[in-house]
């Protein structure tokens, strides 16, 4: 392995969308008209106006040079916007673009951009890329399995609304296996623009199908890395690919019976671990099952205080893009860092907008544009930037 290689990690290097092709322009047009209307535009703060402005500067731009620190729309941004009401993509794009850029311009403030909420850290799969193939970290005398309490949750639903709008249900362990997740996805609902659920769909039962369709997901990612069973198995350890199927053929009918008016975007995301994988072959599988497929590069983040350590200087971007709260409360700048070593506090102690900005975080990513990674655990050995 190039150990000075780096990985991005909301980059697909595979993908495709069964229900539309994506249309840029017609979307960009589609922002400019509705910023005109000067009621959506009171309804952003002074501060996100500005960001607005900034964002449609680039969108506008003639230049259609793709520049590192100009604001483009992903084709995953464009389809998030197109299943939205018009009253919602002016916020949209504001925090689309703090998501995108402000990793670049290493501006902060005072709410993360992005959200990653941990319902829990026990998973029912041993993938062979996860952390979860770590004993000591999944041996319950450690402390770190856990299921986050329905009372934690709303309390961090509650702050984090109106304030973050891209949030997702995910982290280390498999959401739908916590206890309390029908109550916490019903607690959701109308709160968040952009509400991600990932899961890997083994326990995905009807009650749990009724509860992701209620609530308020926008879309629902569904982890599976193979087409065949053999090698899904292989890759997904105590994973079933005929269950997996059976589960999100049973969602995808009763969304079309009894949520028709739902929009909601699915999209089944792999890891590209192997040669042995072919996204041809994941195409024909999940074709008229889902509406998006993609494989995201695989990063060696398994077991990553081990590992040897890299010659990488450039500062991680997700340490000015999002930050984690674990099942526990406690705040985490990534989930490479697994065991918490560079834990900035608990959400018991403090709310979102201190701990985002709390002193430690401020160090950490000082450290990192200082060139200083290589002093850290474990960013010494992560290839992410």
């Given at each position: 392995?190039?150990?000075?290689?780096?990985?991005?990690?909301?980059?697909?290097?595979?993908?495709i969308n069964?229900?539309?092709?994506?249309?840029?322009?017609?979307?960009?047009q589609?922002?400019?008209?509705?910023?005109k209307?000067?009621?959506?535009?009171?309804?952003?703060?002074?501060?996100?106006?500005?960001?607005?402005?900034?964002?449609?500067?680039?969108?506008?731009?003639?230049?259609?040079?793709?520049?590192?620190?100009?604001f483009?729309?992903?084709?995953?941004?464009?389809?998030?916007?197109?299943?939205?009401p018009?009253?919602?993509?002016?916020?949209y794009?504001?925090?689309?673009?703090?998501?995108e850029?402000?990793?670049i311009?290493?501006?902060?403030?005072?709410?993360?951009?992005?959200?990653?909420?941990?319902?829990?850290?026990?998973?029912?799969?041993?993938?062979?890329?996860?952390?979860?193939?770590?004993?000591?970290?999944?041996?319950?005398?450690?402390?770190?399995?856990?299921?986050?309490?329905?009372?934690?949750?709303?309390?961090?639903?509650?702050?984090?609304?109106?304030?973050?709008?891209?949030?997702?249900?995910?982290?280390?362990?498999e959401?739908?296996?916590?206890?309390?997740?029908?109550?916490?996805?019903?607690?959701?609902?109308?709160?968040?623009?952009?509400?991600?659920?990932?899961?890997?769909?083994?326990?995905?039962?009807?009650?749990?199908c009724?509860?992701?369709?209620?609530?308020?997901?926008r879309?629902?990612?569904?982890?599976?890395?193979?087409?065949?069973?053999?090698?899904?198995?292989?890759?997904r350890?105590?994973g079933?690919?005929?269950?997996?199927?059976?589960?999100?053929?049973?969602f995808?009918n009763?969304?079309?019976?009894?949520?028709?008016?739902?929009?909601?975007?699915?999209?089944?995301?792999?890891?590209k671990?192997?040669k042995e994988?072919?996204?041809?072959?994941?195409?024909?599988?999940?074709?008229?099952?889902?509406?998006?497929?993609?494989?995201?590069?695989?990063?060696?983040w398994?077991?990553?205080?081990?590992?040897?350590?890299?010659?990488?200087?450039?500062?991680?971007?997700?340490?000015?893009?999002?930050?984690?709260?674990?099942w526990?409360?406690?705040?985490?700048?990534?989930?490479?860092?697994?065991?918490?070593?560079?834990?900035?506090?608990?959400?018991?102690?403090k709310?979102?907008?201190?701990?985002?900005?709390?002193?430690?975080?401020?160090?950490?990513?000082?450290s990192?544009?200082?060139?200083?990674?290589?002093?850290?655990?474990?960013?010494?050995?992560?290839?992410?930037?």
């Amino acid at each position: 392995m190039d150990l000075n290689k780096t990985y991005k990690k909301k980059d697909s290097i595979s993908e495709i969308n069964f229900k539309d092709s994506y249309h840029e322009s017609e979307t960009i047009q589609r922002i400019i008209k509705i910023s005109k209307n000067k009621k959506f535009l009171s309804d952003l703060s002074i501060a996100h106006q500005n960001i607005l402005k900034r964002a449609i500067t680039d969108l506008n731009s003639k230049d259609k040079k793709k520049k590192k620190d100009k604001f483009t729309l992903t084709n995953y941004a464009i389809s998030e916007i197109d299943i939205l009401p018009d009253i919602f993509v002016l916020k949209y794009v504001v925090h689309r673009y703090r998501y995108e850029i402000f990793p670049i311009t290493k501006e902060i403030d005072e709410f993360p951009p992005y959200l990653q909420i941990e319902p829990t850290s026990i998973c029912n799969y041993r993938c062979v890329f996860c952390f979860e193939t770590d004993t000591t970290f999944t041996n319950k005398k450690n402390g770190f399995m856990g299921n986050m309490t329905h009372d934690l949750f709303k309390k961090i639903i509650d702050d984090a609304e109106g304030n973050v709008e891209f949030v997702t249900l995910a982290s280390r362990g498999e959401p739908l296996a916590c206890k309390d997740i029908n109550q916490m996805l019903s607690y959701t609902n109308d709160k968040f623009i952009s509400l991600k659920l990932n899961t890997n769909a083994s326990l995905l039962n009807e009650d749990k199908c009724h509860a992701i369709l209620s609530s308020g997901v926008r879309t629902l990612i569904f982890s599976a890395d193979a087409a065949d069973e053999k090698l899904y198995a292989k890759l997904r350890v105590n994973g079933k690919l005929d269950i997996v199927l059976k589960n999100i053929e049973r969602f995808k009918n009763i969304k079309e019976k009894q949520y028709s008016n739902k929009k909601m975007i699915t999209r089944v995301s792999g890891v590209k671990f192997s040669k042995e994988q072919n996204f041809d072959d994941m195409k024909n599988l999940w074709q008229g099952l889902v509406d998006q497929v993609a494989f995201v590069e695989y990063n060696p983040w398994e077991n990553s205080y081990d590992k040897s350590h890299n010659e990488i200087a450039e500062p991680c971007s997700d340490l000015w893009r999002r930050m984690f709260i674990w099942w526990d409360g406690k705040a985490n700048p990534c989930d490479v860092d697994y065991k918490s070593m560079l834990s900035t506090g608990t959400f018991h102690e403090k709310k979102l907008s201190e701990l985002w900005q709390s002193e430690s975080y401020n160090t950490l990513r000082e450290s990192h544009l200082n060139q200083e990674r290589q002093k850290i655990t474990p960013c010494k050995s992560c290839y992410l930037v």
